[in-house]
């Protein structure tokens, strides 16, 4: 593994899985279950309805968490982005992930502006 890179192994569970659990920051609670996508062998999670309370503020204001993968629960630490660039990659990611009728509409909104700025990279800590 590279510094700040995941292994192959989890990049596949995250583009094989529609839903990852992660945990955001470090205070014990509930593990919640979010889209994920793959983008140049880097890990992104993206906000749709960037709440107060939610994930997102969490991790701006704490960017350490864990991401549960296959079972096991790898530290990470969030890195909001906000490469234009990688930001479009990620909607493209998400609309080839997420293309069931029933995702659609989610991923239309995962488009929108109050979203793409809440774009998240999850780096593994070692």
Known sequence: MT?????????????DHSII?????????????IWAVVVERRVFIRSWT???EGWFRTFLE???GTLHVDGK???VRAVHTRSERLKDAVSR????KY???GSIQYVKDLRRA????ATIELVPLR
């Open 3 to 15: 510094p700040h890179r995941f292994p192959a192994k989890v990049l596949v569970f995250v583009a």
């Open 21 to 33: 659990g992660i945990q955001a920051g470090t205070r014990p609670h509930r593990v919640i279950g």
């Open 50 to 52: 960037v709440k107060k």
């Open 62 to 64: 704490e960017p350490r």
């Open 73 to 75: 629960k790898l530290r």
């Open 93 to 96: 990611a998400y609309e080839r």
């Open 99 to 101: 293309d069931t009728p």
């Open 114 to 117: 109050r979203s793409r700025n």
